[in-house]
């Protein structure tokens, strides 16, 4: 004989359900809460170098797509003039600055921090500002994005005419991976100074009228990515050396 459930609102209540416990809908029309990232959260992500890595990546595909060969966007060509037009007396001191974005900074910066005997820095470094100058290089023949003065008329060139091809900034990549690995190891004065210095780099490039301002994002997205696969490299190698002496 089969017993069938009464129906209706009796045969609901006898079901035995708790309807405290079921989950609450929430009701139409109303906002999903966003979450916030402060500056701390996004300090503590940037930490890990496989973080850095991806936004370096990232940020290098987005600059990468957003350039073109033959035109320069409004507000690329504002930020360009704005700069390219300062007065021709901050030249010396620009073409200073602009020295810490060379390839001879690599080697440069790599002994300095072997001499204070951090070989392991000095190892980054070295491993960082090449891979970013050599990778430079490369994304130009991909991109082959020109220079200032094949784009833009009445471009300003100031020292010895840039050769070859615009986008990225092989300055501002070497520039940016030394600075990045060298950061953690800083004093407050220290680091500030540092910010500073690498971001003069970029600004003295497009002063000099070697680089359109995208070309300068893109360098700082290359040297940061380079910078953290340098870091992951000689930690593992550093991790391996302990292991082994254990």
């Given at each position: 004989?089969?017993?069938?459930?009464?129906?209706?609102?009796?045969?609901?209540?006898?079901?035995?359900?708790?309807?405290?416990?079921?989950?609450?809908?929430?009701?139409?029309?109303?906002?999903?809460?966003?979450?916030?990232?402060?500056?701390?959260?996004?300090?503590?992500?940037?930490?890990?170098?496989?973080?850095?890595?991806?936004?370096?990546?990232?940020?290098?595909?987005?600059?990468?797509?957003?350039?073109?060969?033959?035109?320069?966007?409004?507000?690329?060509?504002?930020?360009?003039?704005?700069?390219?037009?300062?007065?021709?007396?901050?030249?010396?001191?620009?073409?200073?600055?602009?020295?810490?974005?060379?390839?001879?900074?690599?080697?440069?910066?790599?002994?300095?921090?072997?001499?204070?005997?951090?070989?392991?820095?000095a190892a980054r470094?070295?491993?960082?500002?090449?891979?970013?100058?050599?990778?430079?290089?490369?994304?130009?023949?991909?991109?082959?994005?020109?220079r200032p003065v094949a784009l833009?008329?009445?471009?300003?060139?100031?020292?010895?005419?840039?050769?070859?091809?615009?986008?990225?900034?092989?300055?501002?990549?070497?520039?940016?991976?030394?600075?990045?690995?060298?950061?953690?190891?800083?004093?407050?004065?220290?680091?500030?100074?540092?910010?500073?210095?690498?971001?003069?780099?970029?600004?003295?490039?497009?002063?000099?009228?070697?680089?359109?301002?995208?070309?300068?994002?893109?360098?700082?997205?290359?040297?940061?990515?380079?910078?953290?696969?340098?870091?992951?490299?000689?930690?593992?190698?550093?991790?391996?050396?302990?292991?082994?002496?254990?």
């Amino acid at each position: 004989m089969t017993l069938r459930r009464p129906g209706g609102i009796r045969g609901i209540l006898d079901t035995g359900t708790d309807f405290r416990r079921l989950p609450r809908r929430r009701p139409a029309g109303r906002p999903v809460p966003a979450v916030r990232v402060g500056p701390v959260e996004l300090r503590e992500a940037l930490a890990d170098p496989r973080a850095r890595l991806g936004v370096g990546i990232a940020a290098l595909l987005a600059t990468a797509g957003a350039v073109h060969r033959d035109r320069v966007g409004a507000w690329e060509a504002s930020a360009f003039r704005a700069v390219n037009g300062l007065p021709d007396a901050l030249h010396p001191p620009a073409w200073v600055v602009m020295q810490l974005g060379a390839f001879g900074a690599v080697p440069a910066a790599a002994a300095a921090a072997w001499r204070a005997g951090d070989g392991e820095l000095a190892a980054r470094l070295l491993l960082g500002g090449t891979s970013a100058w050599a990778a430079a290089k490369l994304v130009k023949q991909v991109v082959r994005r020109p220079r200032p003065v094949a784009l833009l008329p009445g471009s300003r060139c100031r020292g010895r005419e840039a050769a070859g091809l615009g986008y990225l900034s092989g300055h501002v990549a070497v520039a940016v991976a030394l600075g990045a690995a060298a950061l953690p190891r800083l004093g407050p004065a220290a680091r500030a100074l540092t910010l500073t210095a690498v971001s003069l780099v970029g600004l003295t490039r497009l002063y000099v009228g070697a680089h359109l301002p995208l070309d300068i994002a893109g360098g700082a997205a290359l040297g940061l990515a380079a910078d953290a696969a340098a870091g992951l490299v000689t930690s593992r190698c550093a991790s391996g050396q302990e292991g082994r002496a254990s």
